[in-house]
């Protein structure tokens, strides 16, 4: 069993989740409650109970024995007893299950309750944390202290970039860097900004040095953050950040940094601090696809029909994909003839195909914006699609 509490789950780990394939692969969602008179009257333990019967009353369609069904959702019931889950709840518990094992998150998302049985894991629930919600990258950065953050709107979670890039200058430019001649110190200047005392050739010395370290930390960040496209924030004092823009390789570097030496910060101030600098990113971003999505409306660049846009999700072709919320599309998909049929309901030997879209989609470095109905660009349909080309 694993469990990650309240922080945003990493990428990487999502990623895991969606490649995994397995029969009989169950993923609930479930609300929990924090407030006290619900929770100490056990409620959520009762809907998860409620939920595990649903899920045995689901599994029995796929012909499984009464006795293989128990078998398989004991893990699931050992859930029930884990106080570690139900003593401090989160807003929104994530359960994944199959033959290889357990898996379950607990989130703050007030998650609406949900059960999924296909042959892989059903995320579309988690999608606003790597969408309009925000997937960025938090760098805290001195000359003597780094730490690399993947975030969004609801936390941080470490990265650990020291076993890729040196963390102190010294260990990048050697330990006969120049302090005699210079030194540069944080916090003595109005707005973070670091002041440099010395003369001359000392700050031109001194400046070369930092831009080394740079050079070899954004190696360490580009490894870490493996080809991704969110935004990348900085927090440092003020003189620091064009010195790292001009070591800087990754191709979406905020343009803008939080002031000052954040290695004294609390951590959740820090957060909050960067969601208050990047959240209109994602809020603009938003606008400005739909606004591209309108202009190109009745265009080949765009589409609501689901037989268009799940050959194009599979392809890479989907630039921006928007997702009306609890509309999920069931059916199937052949790759190699590209034909798409569609069922009125979930059965055992379909698909979601708004969840197969929005996570193609996403893996091909597509933006997915999870909307209510009601602020679809076309409403009443599942998703619609601003193409690439």
Request: aromatic fraction near 12%; charged fraction near 25%; proline fraction near 5%.
């Amino acid at each position: 069993m694993r469990t990650q509490i309240n922080h945003p789950l990493l990428y990487t780990e999502f990623e895991n989740l969606s490649d995994k394939r397995a029969l009989h692969s169950v993923s609930i969602y479930l609300p929990m409650d924090k407030k006290g008179k619900e929770q100490n009257e056990h409620l959520a333990q009762a809907r998860l109970k409620s939920t595990i019967k649903q899920v045995h009353k689901t599994l029995e369609t796929y012909a499984l024995s009464t006795q293989e069904i128990k078998e398989y959702l004991l893990p699931l019931e050992s859930l029930l007893t884990n106080l570690e889950i139900w003593r401090n709840p989160s807003d929104g518990l994530a359960i994944f299950l199959n033959k290889e094992g357990l898996h379950y998150y607990t989130f703050p998302i007030a998650f609406d309750t949900k059960i999924h049985v296909a042959n892989h894991f059903y995320l579309s629930p988690l999608l606003p944390l790597y969408s309009d919600q925000g997937l960025y990258y938090l760098l805290e950065l001195s000359q003597d202290y780094v730490k690399l953050y993947e975030a969004s709107k609801y936390g941080l979670k470490d990265l650990y970039i020291d076993d890729f890039a040196p963390e102190q200058l010294e260990k990048a430019v050697g330990f006969d860097f120049r302090p005699k001649f210079v030194q540069f110190r944080s916090g003595q200047a109005p707005h973070g900004a670091g002041i440099f005392h010395g003369h001359g050739d000392g700050k031109d010395d001194e400046k070369k040095e930092l831009i080394t370290f740079f050079r070899a930390l954004d190696k360490g960040v580009n490894k870490v953050i493996n080809g991704k496209n969110s935004p990348l924030l900085l927090a440092c004092v003020d003189s620091l950040f064009p010195l790292y823009k001009e070591a800087n390789s990754y191709n979406n570097l905020y343009e803008k940094h939080i002031p000052g030496d954040s290695q004294y910060t609390d951590k959740k101030e820090l957060h909050q601090a960067s969601w208050a600098l990047i959240a209109d990113y994602f809020e603009t971003k938003r606008k400005s696809k739909l606004k591209q999505f309108n202009d190109l409306y009745n265009t080949t660049k765009t589409s609501y029909v689901t037989e268009e846009i799940i050959p194009a999700a599979v392809n890479g072709k989907i630039d921006t994909l928007f997702l009306a919320k609890d509309m999920d599309i069931y059916g199937t998909y052949n790759k190699d003839s590209e034909h798409v049929n569609i069922n009125s309901t979930k059965e055992p030997q379909n698909v979601s195909l708004s969840h197969m879209a929005a996570l193609k989609t996403l893996r091909q470095k597509g933006n997915v914006f999870l909307m209510a109905p009601d602020e679809m660009p076309i409403k009443g349909a599942p998703f619609n699609a601003l193409f690439r080309y």
